[in-house]
């Protein structure tokens, strides 16, 4: 019933806009607009090609530096831009009968990275790396380049310490800026030559003291030399270990200062430090790997504290209704490494400990967890390893309890019935962006905020009618930082949560090609709910497949639950923006989701086995 009431309403509307467009012509409009939604004026963009995205009266005929540009029923456009280094006018031109509408607007793109050649002698100093102080030990590698005048010698000295260690002219290559969605953007035209490099190994007998690090070129006849702020320092390998404490909650760590996160240490974690870059240490994970961590977040101690240092008597398995815990005491906080090598297999490294295990039973209640095995992986490295007799693991956390105990604890498969997959299931919907932070715009000037929310709303709806339990990280148009989100999803103990976004492109790609639907996360036990959501989209909303990613986002790193986020199409392709934008589309969008969802509950339902023990008849 309600349903025939709109349409009509909706038929009776069209009639009427129709009437309206018939009974004003349009050479009446006295003003044509053209609103530049992006790029902003006078921008300055690194990239070969940028998109315009905009709108303008959708009758209107318009040229983009003399290119015609389709202009789409609700005014929107999307046009690529080519860009050369320097300043580059770009003239719209908007005509609807005899009016017209410019706008000119200027893009500047940096001149490229070209070989600088042989004479002068020249060193680019902004090219010099390292380009923080350092602070290594016996055996690290530091590792030296820098651009210069090409076909000349090069070389770099540590202070008065190591002199002119020779450098090597690499082969001409490509500049690049780092990838996105697998493609990267260059910044030269040709390869360039000039980039030298040298190493050199720190030995034992190295005693440095804030040594600054000095390059130099040198030519047949003349020579330049630059000292860098950079200064470089060694731990003696006869100084007692440094000991950190982690004073930051779960404080990142990082494979190499700026690069990707391994797992966080837990707050009163004790490390070892073994070496300083800028503002980042870096410390031991057992004695073949290495973690970076900011320097805010440790306090360092006192000189002789020892290193940390514990064996592990016994593992301890228990369970309650709805988690089991693996509690393994310590005598002291061990750096951590935990990780998912596939769906139903967990491992949990132990740094600076021995095993001393000889006995440890299960949980005899709980059977989802299959196995726990333990193994001494070096001479200071304890692994111990986790299978589950589920499909995946839905969640885990892990901490240290005020007796160091360090406690994983996995989140069981919830009960599911099949009939109603969604009863007592709590799903966190977090719709992306909000307040002062947009998100992508569309050529029309509506936002990403906006659109996510409509359709999270429109979700939040189907899934409460469905049984759900469903918490919103936002109903509104607010700001809503990334953490907090997540911190919501934990403490409202969700199983699921998603984030709802949809996406856009960095300059220098064409939206008109690179496009469509995309799904992302980041821990194995989430990738099984990704690609059922992933399908059900590309199913019910027909856009183009984009791909399932895995990506290190605050919204997909979650490990407390099932962490899924959606870019469910372009705000800046035409074609997919019309459509999301739409009020029923969303409905779709919706729907596809919510059928996603069930599905993947119902898979995951409590099956009817026969058990052991009815067995015994026969
Ligand atoms: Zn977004």
Known sequence: MKKGIIRIYIDLLSLLFVTFLLIIPAHAQEKLNIELVYPEKDAQIQAHSTFFVGNTHPEA??????ERVKVYPNGGFVHVVGLNPGTNVINLKATLGKITETLTTTVYTPKYEVTIPKLPLKIDIKSIKPAENLVYRSGDIIQVSFKGSTDNKAYFSIGNKRKNIPMIEQPPKYIKQEPVYGASIKTSSTPVKGIYKGTYRITAKDNLQNEPLIVKLVSDRNK??????????????DTPPVIAKVIADYAVVRTYPGKSRLTPLPEGTLITLTGQQGDDYRFEMGNSLNGWISRED??????????PASSIDIIDIASDENRV????????RHPVLIDQPSETGMLLKIFGVKANIDLFSYDNSDEFLKEVKWSQETKDTVQISLKTDAKHFWGYKYYYRDDDTLVLELRKPPMINPEKPFDGITICLDPGHGGEEEGAKGPTNITEKEVNLQIALKLQELLKNKGANVIMTRTTDEEVGLYDRVKYAVTQDAVILLSLHNNSLPDGRDPYKDHGTSTYYYHSQALPLAKILHKALLEDVQFKDFGIFWSSFALTRPQEMLAVLLEIGFMINPGEYNRIIEADFQNTIAKSISRGLEYFLFINAEKPELELSENKEN
């Open 61 to 66: 005929k318009l040229r983009i530096n003399n």
């Open 224 to 237: 330049v030399d630059y000292k860098t702020r950079v200064v470089i320092s060694t731990i003696s390998p």
């Open 298 to 307: 440790i306090l360092v101690m006192p000189v002789g504290t020892p290193a």
């Open 325 to 332: 815990f693996i509690k393994i005491p310590l005598s002291q």
